[in-house]
């Protein structure tokens, strides 16, 4: 069983930055974060490989956001620059129960963080 805390989040105006924070109880292969806005599907956003450090980014996101982790505090960052209001949405960090990530939001296949609302203005 892993547990996974979020923080961060909030409201920006377009073009602002912020900063998302996960904390495992428990070390992983892999985080992935996922981001869903209303009425849409849960869509994944990054991926950072916990040993060798790969990051993989979706492209609505890259160039933007950066997916960092600090191994000493088990704790992987989104950071978020040049928002749009597009990236309005509930972000999730997801840690597989396996030993892959999935791209596709399986809920069986992640324990998830409890969700963080990122709302950009224009």
């Known amino acids: 069983q892993v547990q996974l805390l979020e923080s961060g989040g909030g409201s920006v105006q377009a073009g602002g930055s912020l900063r998302l924070s996960c904390a495992a109880s428990?070390?992983?292969?892999?985080i992935r974060w996922f981001r869903q806005a209303p009425g849409k599907e849960r869509d994944w956003v990054a991926l950072?490989?916990?040993?060798?450090?790969?990051?993989y980014y979706a492209d609505s996101v890259k160039g933007r956001f950066t997916i960092t982790q600090d191994n000493a505090k088990n704790t992987v960052f989104l950071q978020m620059n040049s928002l749009k209001p597009e990236d309005t949405a509930v972000y999730y960090c997801?840690?597989?129960?396996?030993?892959?990530?999935?791209?596709?939001?399986?809920?069986?296949?992640?324990?998830w963080g409890q969700g963080a609302q990122v709302t950009v203005s224009s």
């Open positions: 997801a840690a597989p129960r396996g030993s892959v990530c999935p791209s596709r939001p399986i809920d069986d296949a992640y324990y």
């Open positions: 950072i490989s916990r040993g060798g450090g790969s990051t």
């Open positions: 428990g070390y992983t292969q892999c």
